[in-house]
């Protein structure tokens, strides 16, 4: 079953406040790791690319890693 991601993912700055726009990329891993570039899609099913914008309250959409990685 592929997992599913809330907004968890949240930009901010130095005191907290979100950054609207912000833009990030997901890694298999904190360092040596390589980006992931397929297997992501929005709650619809449909097709994000491997960079995540975030709205206009600094978070990250959710998503679904339909490769279900660790």
């Known amino acids: 079953m592929p997992r599913t991601y ?3 993912f949240r930009a901010e700055g130095q005191r907290g406040a979100p950054i ?3 833009q990030g990329t997901l ?3 904190a360092t040596g790791g390589t ?3 397929t ?3 929005d709650l619809d099913s449909g097709a994000l690319g491997p960079i ?3 709205d ?3 978070y990250a959409p ?3 890693d339909t490769l279900d990685r660790d």
Do not use: D
């Open 35 to 37: 980006q992931i570039t």
């Open 6 to 8: 809330p907004r968890s």
């Open 20 to 22: 609207a726009g912000a």
């Open 27 to 29: 890694w298999t891993a």
């Open 56 to 58: 206009s309250w600094g």
């Open 62 to 64: 959710a998503f679904i």
């Open 52 to 54: 995540l914008t975030c």
């Open 39 to 41: 297997g992501l899609t």
